[in-house]
């Protein structure tokens, strides 16, 4: 994401704004959720009950939002959150973990969309990152081959990511729930069936809800 800032300030000149707030903590906080939950989680859950989780509870964050904030919703949304929470369900209570994940993910991207996306993104991601670190030491490091495979990663999915949301149209956690399920389902891990409605409801709830950026 800093590589990212520093890419635009130089095409662009405009500077980094990632003074910290009320809402960057509280996105740091959310995605040291989504880091940490997928890290832990992902040991002991397999990918396929694992893409279901994180898939339901990431967009169910969306409908929990507007319901706090008390934000007109269509009636019909309660289909594709009855799917996700049907995806959930199916996925079994050991993958708790990374249900909290998929919260922290949504919450992270909600509140990355006030203001400034790449700022709001970057604040959040660079504030959690120490703590993040220091949650994942249990965890054996990152050497070799799966830190270049993982600095790359980063990197494409940073830059990408901000693309993506601002200009295509399709929910941006479609493409993820897709990759994942198909992901899940070759390599046999986890029920399938938790697969389907968890990305129905996931792809349903934005689509209805307008929420482009979770």
């Known amino acids: 994401m800093w590589l990212a800032l520093t890419i635009r300030r130089k095409r662009s000149g405009q500077r980094p704004a990632l003074q910290p707030d009320v809402f960057r903590i509280t996105g740091a906080v959310a995605a040291i959720l989504w880091i940490c939950g997928l890290c832990f989680g992902l040991r002991d859950v397999p990918l396929g009950q694992a893409a279901a989780m994180f898939c339901a509870t990431a967009a169910l964050t969306g409908v929990a939002a507007r319901l706090a904030l008390q934000d007109r919703m269509p009636i ?12 959930a369900v199916l996925a079994g209570p050991q993958a708790w973990p990374i249900g909290l994940a998929g919260a922290g993910f949504g919450m992270h991207m909600l509140l990355a969309r006030r203001g400034d996306l790449l700022n709001s993104r970057s604040a959040h991601l660079i504030l959690a990152a120490p703590v993040a670190i220091l949650l994942m030491f249990g965890i054996p490091p990152l050497r070799g081959e799966a830190l270049v495979l993982a600095a790359l990663a980063a990197i494409i999915l940073s830059i990408g990511g901000i693309y993506w949301q601002r200009w295509v149209t399709i929910p941006a956690l479609a493409p993820v729930a897709a990759l994942t399920s198909i992901l899940g389902i070759v390599w046999g891990q986890g ?19 307008g929420s482009n950026g979770s």
């Open 76 to 87: 019909l949304v309660l289909i594709p959150a009855g799917l996700a929470v049907a995806g």
């Open 191 to 209: 029920p399938e069936l938790a697969l389907i409605p968890a990305v129905l409801g996931a792809f349903g709830i934005q689509r209805m809800i």
